[in-house]
């Protein structure tokens, strides 16, 4: 899944075009070493998916699954 739209990447607070790798995924200990607050931040969060990319993405997956 891509977020690429300048209007979407702004309504998501993303500061550049983003691509979900839906195929993979990693499973990272919580802890500062993997994640921590950017330079000048005060949140780990930098985005949120819109409503409708969160309906794709559940499409998506649903579709991912069935396969």
Known sequence: ??????SDL??????????????SHVDLPWTP???GCWSGKSSLV??????DYLIEYAFKMLRRRSD
């Open 10 to 23: 702004n309504r998501m607070g993303l500061p550049v075009a983003t691509r979900f790798d839906l195929d």
């Open 46 to 51: 930098i985005g949120r998916l819109t409503g």
């Open 1 to 6: 899944m891509i977020v690429q739209s300048v």
């Open 33 to 35: 070493e993997f994640f």
